[in-house]
């Protein structure tokens, strides 16, 4: 018989289709949930990022920002800048906002971030009040603020505040600020009043901490970068920071775009064990289309013949699961971002992003056939008498060009995997050891199937039916461990990374752990200081340190400007940092190497540095480095190591200096104040009135900033994981599916020697409790681990999981997945055997 074409297939298989759709339902919900997974994550990190590049002069507040700490720019560099557009100076500084009269239960001052802009604010965008955009200029005595100060202190608009030395009049509550996000992280709501207003309150003073802007609006068509470089090179040794409007928010880019990328290897996790379960639906579907395919054999059909007419069956079907998940996708970000509200820094409207989108097909394409090929070249190639006898012998091997082809589609997937990835490493080791893992399991499977051949025979019939369904004909033991295995495992990967967030969180306040930090004391007042905070809290711990600014402009021998990359983990290296200086081992850090100077050292500046610091940048002892301070460069030569606690919330510095290396430069104190809580208001009163120009930072407010950061950050992965955990029950769903002919052969044959439903039911769940049981250190172990690697390795978190709920939760997680593949055997309790045999 002649074999048929594609065109005369088509008919066949749409025919087919129509009338038996309902088989390949769990093929379409596996690559649905995968890619619209995918789709999702890099439609809304596309739009993030893309929104970021696409408003990067507003964001920025001009085509290039100049910036620079504790001291303003000299008349000279002004000119300088001046030359090379319009300029707008800024002044931003942490400053306490008092309120002025009685405010009920509201505090009586705010820790907040005051601004001072000149005229020429904002260069690009406008500054936004609830009712409507800013006329005129701000008067000195004027300010506006953010919504959520009004709310601490419970103000309105006309109420007055006092910063410092000045009284304010409150015009406004700001709506929008144009160069929010390229301001980065601040600890308090912002305030904003013009540049002689902020000069009123008598905060600017020399050594204070407080940040000076320049943002330049260049000439119509000039490229900023190359700008910038030329200002970079004009300006070499004034320790500034500068960047252009290509990235006007380089801190809210690379987290996007590596969150963007975590999340999308866990979607992409997620559809490669989505696949296994595309692989039982599609062996499941040709099971029961079995006798269809031997029919067609015996008319003549040839392999071919039937392998273009189930290709064009499974192809239709994930086609159309593959064009859902990407309409899903397209769609979900605006609903993500409106849920998220104000946590990004960005609201982009909705916007269709290709290339995610085609990524994400590529991806449903390619995961489609590597797990449909295997079974389709099983059934191309089994003969028609061998369809007819598959209850009772095994299944014939899928061959060798469907293995070929299969492979050639995974090499395909992990090519773009870690093609399309700015982290190649890190995404070949997630797919290799995802790749390991199913090995893993997979070999087991067949590891208990093989024992369970060698196992004696128990006496009790239930049991001895429950181990022989482990090796019988047609048994589906190395998928059922793939499909428990993978559930078990996800479940106690997410409670140990859940676990340790939240042992993360708690641990941002360490037992003793200091009440207040105080910023900006004058450091020629150090001693009435002392003796105020000893009158009102009896008993207090202080500690003072000097407080400056710095930035390290060159180590090794190179600049760090001239560095076409930042070593891994130089955080430190990207802008100004503390320094401060010490005659003593500053408290929180542990001296492990080299010599502390001693008090009365008079010669070459020296340093001592943070010791994880050092292996970074490949220095060690008598290396010299190079710090910009207050513009000045200083280079000093590294006479100790330190081992810093980051997590005593002290004062810790990766660089500290001796006493005569910047005793003399213009500096304010910082001081933590440890004491009996019920004191933290009466020592914040007395300090706000004899000093005026402090900042009082309460702990609980850095504590509750940092532990909304990390619940978005553990909600972000929980939402991911989900995805994962729902794909691992659907491989469980398309295990027991694709057994469900060879179980109803076994259930008819038990219902017709006497055997009760209950007591069939009973064997198939000895039989998942015993994979259970196998399975429970295996997933502990594997899920455990990569709970760790998330944690300890891409978060850089301590490893404290809560073993109680780990236990737990893999116990839960046994009893679902018990449940669930009881409820998929149920249907079979109520086939009649009559019906069932005339079927089989």
Not at 28 to 39: D, K, M, P, R
Not at 175 to 201: C, Q
Not at 307 to 316: D, E, K, M, P, V
């Amino acid at each position: 018989m002649k074999a048929l074409g594609w065109r005369a297939c088509w008919p066949i298989a749409r025919r087919d289709l129509h009338a038996n759709f309902r088989g390949l339902r769990l093929l379409f919900i596996c690559l649905f949930l995968g890619v619209a997974t995918l789709a999702a994550i890099g439609s809304l990190t596309a739009s993030i990022t893309g929104e970021l590049s696409e408003r990067g002069r507003a964001l920025l507040g001009g085509d290039i920002e100049v910036a620079m700490m504790q001291r303003e720019a000299s008349e000279a560099e002004k000119a300088g800048l001046r030359r090379a557009g319009q300029v707008s100076e800024t002044i931003r500084m942490g400053a306490m906002a008092q309120r002025i009269g009685q405010g009920g239960d509201a505090p009586p001052a705010v820790l907040t971030e005051l601004k001072g802009v000149d005229a020429a604010y904002p260069l690009y965008g406008s500054l936004l009040l609830q009712q409507g955009a800013l006329k005129g200029s701000l008067r000195p005595d004027e300010l506006v603020v953010g919504q959520s100060l009004i709310d601490r202190l419970g103000l309105h608009t006309g109420d007055r505040l006092r910063y410092g030395n000045a009284l304010f009049l409150i015009r406004g509550v700001i709506a929008e600020e144009p160069d929010r996000v390229g301001e980065g992280f601040t600890l308090g709501p912002v305030a904003i009043t013009s540049m002689e207003g902020l000069r009123r309150t008598g905060l600017i003073q020399p050594g204070s901490l407080f940040e000076s802007k320049y943002r330049i609006k260049l000439r119509p068509g000039e490229d900023a970068r190359q700008r910038r470089e030329m200002l970079e090179s004009q300006f070499p040794s004034a320790g500034w920071e500068f960047k252009d409007r290509d990235r006007a928010a380089p801190g809210a880019n690379r987290f996007f775009e590596r969150m963007g990328q975590f999340l999308s290897l866990i979607g992409l996790t997620a559809l490669l064990i989505a696949g296994i379960g595309v692989s039982n639906g599609v062996s499941s579907y040709l099971t029961q289309k079995r006798s269809s395919i031997a029919t067609f054999k015996v008319l003549g059909a040839t392999s071919a013949d039937i392998a273009r007419i189930y290709l064009l069956q499974i192809g239709t079907v994930t086609l159309l699961a593959i064009g859902c998940g990407l309409v899903l996708g397209a769609l979900l970000p605006p609903a993500i971002i409106w849920l998220a509200g104000d946590v990004l820094p960005v609201q982009p409207g909705f916007n269709v992003h290709p290339l995610p989108l085609l990524t994400s097909a590529a991806y449903g394409l390619l995961i489609a056939l590597v797990f449909t090929l295997p079974p389709l070249g099983r059934a191309r190639t089994e003969p028609a008498a061998a369809l007819f006898r598959a209850l009772v012998e095994r299944r014939a091997r899928a061959g060798w060009r469907s293995l070929a082809g299969s492979a050639a589609a995974l090499a395909a997937v992990a090519g773009l995997a870690i093609g399309t990835t700015d982290e190649p490493l890190f995404s070949a080791t997630v797919l290799g050891a995802t790749a390991a893992v199913l090995l893993l399991l997979f070999g087991l499977g067949l590891a208990v199937r093989w024992i369970a051949t060698r196992l004696p025979s128990p006496r009790r019939p239930l049991w001895r039916l429950a181990i022989a369904s482990l090796y019988r004909p047609g048994s589906q033991t190395p998928a059922l461990v793939i499909a428990l295995g993978l559930a078990l495992t996800l479940f106690v990967t997410l409670a140990g990374v859940q676990t340790s967030l939240d042992a993360e969180i708690q641990r941002t306040v360490p037992e003793r752990a200091p009440n207040q930090f105080v910023l900006d004391i004058p450091a020629e007042q150090e001693a009435r200081f002392r003796q105020l905070v000893e009158t009102r809290a009896p008993g207090a711990e202080l500690n003072i340190v000097p407080a400056l600014r710095g930035t390290i402009v060159a180590y090794g021998g190179q600049r760090v400007a001239d560095l076409q990359e930042l070593p891994e983990g130089a955080w430190f290296l990207r802008g100004e940092r503390g320094v401060t200086y010490s005659d003593v081992l500053p408290e929180g850090s542990d001296l492990v190497e080299g010599q502390w100077w001693p008090r009365d050292y008079k010669g070459p500046p020296l340093v001592s540095l943070d010791r994880e610091a050092a292996r970074i940048m490949g220095l060690r002892l008598g290396d010299t480095l190079t710090v910009s301070v207050l513009g000045r460069e200083i280079e000093a030569r590294i006479a100790s190591l330190r081992q810093v606690n980051w997590d005593t919330m002290g004062f810790n510095y990766i660089l500290v200096f001796s006493p005569n290396t910047l005793k003399t430069a213009p500096h304010s104190l910082a001081a933590t104040i440890t004491m009996d809580k019920s004191r933290d208001a009466t020592v914040q009163r007395a300090l706000l009135t004899a000093f005026p120009s402090v900042s009082v930072i309460a702990v609980s407010e850095i504590v509750t900033q940092v532990s909304t950061l990390l619940r978005q950050m553990s909600g972000a992965i929980v939402a991911a994981a989900s995805v994962a955990i729902l794909a691992g029950i659907a491989v469980l769903i398309g295990a027991i599916a694709a057994s469900r002919q060879a179980r109803s052969y076994d259930s008819v044959v038990m219902k017709i020697l006497g055997a009760t439903r209950l007591q069939i039911l009973g064997a198939q769940a000895l039989e998942y409790v015993i994979l259970a049981i196998v399975l429970a250190a295996v997933s502990l172990t594997l899920g455990m681990f990569a709970a760790w690697y998330v944690i300890a390795r891409i978060f850089e978190f301590g490893w404290a999981p809560d073993w109680w709920i780990v236990f737990g939760t893999l116990a839960a997680g046994a009893i679902m997945t018990l449940g669930i593949g009881l409820l998929g055997s149920l249907p079979l309790m109520s086939v009649p055997p009559s019906r069932a045999l005339r079927a089989l």
